[in-house]
Nanobody, 123 residues
Framework: QVQLEESGGGLVQAGGSLRLSCAASGRTFSRYAMGWFRQAPGKEREFVAGLSRSGGSTYYADSVKGRFTISRDSAKNTVYLQMNSLKPEDTAVYSC????????????????WGQGTQVTVSS
């Protein structure tokens, strides 16, 4: 089993940056592909970014390409989401996600979720 705990959310002005962290417990962290999803009020949860087990492959939603970067530090069992050039439409609850072996790009494929962290971007 994998437990995930996010941190780093908050309030930022448009054009600013935030870095989210997701600390994972469990000795099998290396067997899981990791990712981030977000859910804005009144909208469905959507894929943001995904990262392979090795960290060698990444995938991004078109809406965040070129602005967000996902990475992992296997020694610390931690995944990061660096968010730059933030826009008001990035406002959402961001959740860390883990899927055994391969990246999940839809919510139904996720095996484990974090509790979520709020990101609010003011205009």
């Amino acid at each position: 089993q994998v437990q995930l705990e996010e941190s780093g959310g908050g309030l930022v002005q448009a054009g600013g940056s935030l870095r989210l962290s997701c600390a994972a417990s469990g000795r099998t962290f290396s067997r899981y592909a990791m990712g981030w999803f977000r859910q804005a009020p009144g909208k469905e949860r959507e894929f943001v970014a995904g990262l392979s087990r090795s960290g060698g492959s990444t995938y991004y939603a078109d809406s965040v390409k070129g602005r967000f970067t996902i990475s992992r530090d296997s020694a610390k069992n931690t995944v990061y989401l660096q968010m730059n050039s933030l826009k008001p439409e990035d406002t959402a609850v961001y959740s860390c996600a883990a899927r055994f072996w391969i990246i999940a790009t839809i919510a139904d494929d996720v095996d484990y979720w974090g509790q979520g962290t709020q990101v609010t971007v003011s205009s």
